[in-house]
């Protein structure tokens, strides 16, 4: 009886496997083709960005040159008073092409940093070699003259040298501000919350924000954030304060803009400034739990910001629909903004966008 059992058994495989291989093939080919339908209906989309910026500079630099809008008055970038009065200084590394992002920051929390003599806003740009984004470059800042062009080319490898240009034009230009906020044009910033918490708790020979401890570089051959010993050579990076945002105190900008002069460049802007040179002069790093230390880790929603300081890696339209949220107390997050809902959109987005 088991004999014949186990004969049923093995035929019954055997009718079944060609039925299953088949089943797999169909299964597999049918994925293929909808992953490659969706890109294609995906693709326009991805080309019109670029496209809405080209006509959108180009039409207001017409407008400027044709006497429509006025030109603004030449402004002095620097601070009045050496920035004695300017309670934050909000710096921004951002790309040339990163219109939408700027944008989106003027019209969400960096609106109310245009409040004199407390809050200021500016965004720190290296050269690009395409003239005509450099033209709309100079046309952007025609409006709203919030711009600092820094002689340093848009590379990711040369992060350190506009996070230490940052530090160059503060001292020569503001070099009695309160605080420095050095902050991604992709963080979401709550910024009445960091000004009410530095009201309450002053900040002296400090830098803020995620504290990152412990951390040891890549070594392997394979990594793409690849460290030779040449390069570093010890087992652990110090404590330093996560790149994205990082809040440092006045009194110590001019010291630790001078230790860029004495401390070896290094690849990772964070570590080196908020590590590396803030361990050359003595200066603190302070964990806030307000910072946020991860990618994406809240969902978009403006009510997941109601106690906390930053979000890292959010696209103009979150912010700004992230912005009206967080200023509506009755605002509820959406389904979507669910934390495993937004996951798997962030996992599409990334596939097809």
Known sequence: MDFSCRNCCLENQERNS?????KIKVATTRAL???????????????????????????????????????PRTISPSCINNGENVFLLIMV???????AQRNAIRKTWGHISNIPPIVKLKFVLGKTHTSQLQDFVLTENLLYNDIIIEDVPEKYENLTQKSTAIL????SNCPRVRYLLKIDDDVFLNLPRLLKYLS????????????????????????????????YNEEE?????????????????????????????FMFE??????????????????????????????????????????????????????????NRWSDCRLVDSYFVYRVIDIFKWIFL
């Open 33 to 71: 083709i909808a992953f490659i339908l969706i890109y294609i209906i995906c693709l326009p989309f991805r080309r019109k960005i670029d496209d809405g910026f080209q006509s959108h500079y180009r039409l207001v630099q017409s407008y400027i040159d044709s006497g429509l809008i006025p030109r």
């Open 168 to 171: 160059r034009w503060t001292v």
């Open 270 to 327: 964070d570590v080196y400034i908020t590590g590396l040179c803030r361990r050359h002069i003595g200066a603190l790093a302070k964990s806030h739990a307000e910072f946020s230390c991860g990618y994406r880790d809240k969902g978009p929603c403006g009510s997941n910001f109601l106690y906390e300081i930053t979000g890292h890696h959010y696209s103009p339209k979150e912010v700004q629909r992230m912005w009206s949220e967080l200023q």
């Open 93 to 99: 590394p951002s790309t040339a092409s990163n219109f």
């Open 237 to 265: 990076y110090p404590e330093y304060i996560s790149g994205p945002a990082y809040l440092i105190s006045g009194d110590v900008l001019y010291k630790l803009y001078q230790s860029t002069k004495h401390v070896p460049k």
């Open 18 to 22: 060609p039925n299953m291989k088949k």
């Open 200 to 231: 309450k708790h002053p900040q002296t020979n400090t830098v803020l924000g995620c504290l990152v401890s412990h951390s040891s570089p890549f070594r392997s051959i394979f990594s793409k954030w690849r460290v030779s010993w040449d390069q």
